[in-house]
Structures are given as C-alpha cells and as structure tokens.
C-alpha cells in the first residue's frame, strides 16, 4: 500500500508551493477583471437577502464556501432539452465575433456535431478564437482522432481537461459544461455535446435533460472558470479584457440575480452539497429534486428525511432505467428504499432517460448544473451549478417539473422488498462502492 501510495497516490506538487503560487498569479489576473462586480458584493446581498430569511443564509453560504460573486444583472432562460438548446447554441456561435469558449464532459463525433465543427471551423478561420475542452475519460467512447485533428488543422484550439497516464487522478474527472460566447453569452447545466440528447440514444426513446442560457454579468464567472479549467489543462493564462467586455451586462436588461457554483476535489468545502443541504433543510412548504442518479451521504439523507418529516412536501425525479454503467441505478435503489420511509416521494421517470440535474425549493430559488445527486459529483468530480434567485425561473421549473411528473411511476417500498433476494443483494453489494460512483 506504501509503495502504491508513492508511485500513484501523490501530485509531484503536493509538497511544493507551486500550487500556491498558481493560484495567486491566477487571482492577480482575474481581480482587476472582475473587481465592479466583487467590489459591490456587501450592496447587492443587503439588497436582495430582505425578501427572504432562506435566501439571505444561501447567498451567504455559496459566497463563503466556494468564492462565488453574487451577480445581479442578469436575462435567464431555462432551456428543456437539446431541441431547444442546440439550435440557440448553434446561433449563438454562427454570431460570435471575438471568441467561442467551450467546456464538457462528453463531447461526441457523430452526425450532430459535424455541424458543430463546421460552424466552429469556419469561425475559426475567419479570425474568432475558439476553444474546446472535453474530458477525455467522459468522451473515450464518443470521439475519435479524426474529428480532433480537423478542428486542429482548421485553427480550433483543442484540449482534453487532463491526461488520462495521471493515474493519481484519473477518478478526477471534470464534468461541467460551460459554453462562453464573446464573453456575453453563457450557457451551462447538465446538457452535453452529441446526438443521443436530440434521439435519446441507446435504449431510449428520448433523452430529458435541463440547460440555462445566461446574457449578463454571470457570464464573467462562466467565462472564468473557463480560463481556470484551460490553465491547468494548457498552462495558458487568457485573463485578459476583451473576454469581459465591460457593457455585457448593460446590453443584457436582465435583473436575475445569479450566483455560479464551483467544486472539486481540491475544494475546501463540499459547496454544491452543502447548497443542496441548506435548500432542503429550509424549505417551508415543499422541495423538488431532479437528476439521474441517487447516491446520499449521511447529511443528505439526513436533510431530506427531516425535511419530509416536518412536512415539506419532498419530491425527487429520477432516470426509471440506467444509461450505460449499471452499478450507480443498482446502489441507488437502497438509499431510495430508505429515504421513503421518511415520507420523501421519489418518482421513476418512464417517457426516456432523465439527465435533469435540478433543485428549486418553495418556489423561490432554484439551481441548475452539472452536479448529480451522488457522493461522486459532491466530492470526487470538478462540477459547477447557477443558483437563480428568481420567484419567476423557479416557477417557470416547477411546472416543467410536474409536467414530468406525469410520465413517471412512483416507487413503491412494498413492491421493492418483494423483488427477489438475489437482486436485492446485488443492489447492496453495489452500494458498497458508493464512494466512488
């Protein structure tokens, strides 16, 4: 175990202060950036935390455990699915003039995004700077050198988020999904880059997922955590002022206040989970929770079983059937069987695979991103979710949610028990790995 330990179980900068110097160098190009907006942090939270004790505690909480500004000038639109999503996308980037900013988890090499390539390609070569990073591990099956090679010749800066020989962090894996267009236009949530969100893919008939298209001073975060991410990937420094046009906000004409949520292994704080905890916990009249898989720790389970208990109505959406690896859909049937108990509904979604990751709490504040209800988006994964402090988007949610809610079977804990012995304890032995999935 030593001997593993030393060989693959250690940065080679664990030790050192390069980390450290990284970072400040990191913070000394961002700030002047970014200082009108963290300059009126203190104004805007006084400002917008008297309308409600639980937003006041939240904006708080995300500010101080994972750095996030509060931004306040903002036009949000909630996107359902890659048929409204990927046209918008596509739009947005035939439109660009300065720059193409993408980051996801999964980006394919298929029919779709050959139209993606093109319009990038041409882009590229009419002077935009464009820039794509994938993870290699989430895009192994999905993409292949050709594609790669041809966004290369064509002037396409290309990089994988790390390399896959780190066998110290190959279980780090960067699952956000970023989109930055000149530094105005932003999108994330829990959509990425391939034809199976258009057709469902293997196995389904169709594929529900969730995506926020963001025109405002939240599009800086977006835009630097993109910067962060393409740093440690090609140790390129991009802070610099015309990717944060100072009238993006102006020309926007929104007023959602938004906060964007970053964590990962190297955080000090479980921010995205400690979000998902304090929603629940202080939620007055109900909670509703969409995402594909279903993996608690013992805070979480904690959350929602007092929650459920004390009244709240908690309802939680999941895929009624896996997509791909089986082990997380197995594992997570124990915590669902558990949490019912408690009066916490959890509901099978039918229609096709539900990729949703989702959470709105009293029709007040939701949050959309790339973070999964389980132990390894809350720890293990880098993830990055929007909070929207909107009565109005958190409305607009809700009625997609229940509009969902009709193509779903609710779990039943009698029927589950009645399920033979053997499956039941393979889903236990599953949910011994829950660590790690």
Not at 96 to 123: G, N, V
Not at 204 to 231: K, N, P
Not at 248 to 269: C, H, N, R
Not at 379 to 389: G, Q, R
Request: glycine fraction near 6%; hydrophobic fraction near 40%.
């Amino acid at each position: 175990g030593v001997l593993v330990y030393f060989l693959f179980g250690r940065d080679r900068k664990a030790f050192s202060n390069q980390s450290e110097l990284l970072r400040q160098d990191l913070e000394a190009s961002a700030f002047p950036l970014l200082a009108p907006m963290l300059c009126r942090q203190d104004e805007e939270i006084t400002r917008l935390e008297t309308k409600s004790a639980s937003r006041r505690k939240l904006m708080r909480l995300v500010r101080r455990n994972s750095n996030s500004a509060l931004t306040s000038r903002n036009h949000v639109e909630i996107q359902q699915d890659a048929s409204k999503f990927y046209p918008s996308l596509m739009r947005d980037m035939e439109a660009a003039r300065h720059s193409i900013h993408l980051q996801y988890f999964t980006w394919a090499a298929d029919p779709f995004t050959e139209k993606l390539k093109d319009i990038m390609t041409a882009k590229a070569k009419a002077g935009v700077a464009v820039r794509l990073l994938y993870d290699p591990l989430g895009s192994r099956l999905h993409l292949n050198r050709s594609y790669l090679q041809g966004l290369r010749a064509a002037g396409v800066h290309v990089a994988p988020t790390s390399p896959m020989y780190r066998l110290h962090t190959i279980s780090y894996r960067n699952h956000r999904k970023i989109t930055v267009i000149d530094g105005a236009i932003g999108y994330t949530g829990g959509m990425n880059i391939g034809r199976e969100h258009l057709d469902g893919g293997k196995g389904f008939d169709s594929w529900r997922d969730t995506q926020v298209r963001i025109m405002g001073e939240a599009v800086a975060l977006l835009q630097a955590v993109f910067m962060i991410d393409w740093y440690n990937a090609v140790k390129e420094n991009l802070f610099s002022i015309p990717y944060f046009p100072a009238d993006a906000a102006e020309s926007s004409k929104g007023d959602v206040p938004v906060q964007i949520l970053t964590s990962g292994p190297d955080s000090q704080w479980a921010a995205i989970r400690q979000l998902y905890s304090l929603m629940i916990i202080s939620a007055q009249r109900h909670v509703y929770i969409q995402s594909p898989y279903f993996i608690l720790d013992a805070s979480l389970a904690e959350a929602l079983s007092t929650a459920a208990m004390s009244g709240v109505d908690v309802k939680v959406m999941l895929s009624a059937r896996p997509s791909g690896n089986k082990l997380p859909d197995w594992a997570g049937n124990t915590y669902v069987a558990e949490i019912v108990e408690s009066g916490v509904r959890v509901f099978l979604y039918q229609k096709g695979y539900l990729h949703a990751k989702a959470i709105s709490s009293d029709s007040q504040i939701c949050s959309i991103g790339s973070a999964n209800i389980d132990i390894r988006s809350f720890s293990i994964n880098y993830e990055l979710n929007a909070v929207l402090y909107s009565e109005r988007l958190a409305k607009e949610w809700e009625r997609d949610f229940e509009r969902d809610l009709a193509h779903c079977t609710e779990f039943d804990p009698a029927t589950y028990k009645r399920r033979h012995v053997a499956v039941r304890f393979r889903d236990s032995v599953a949910r011994l790995l829950s660590p790690l999935l």
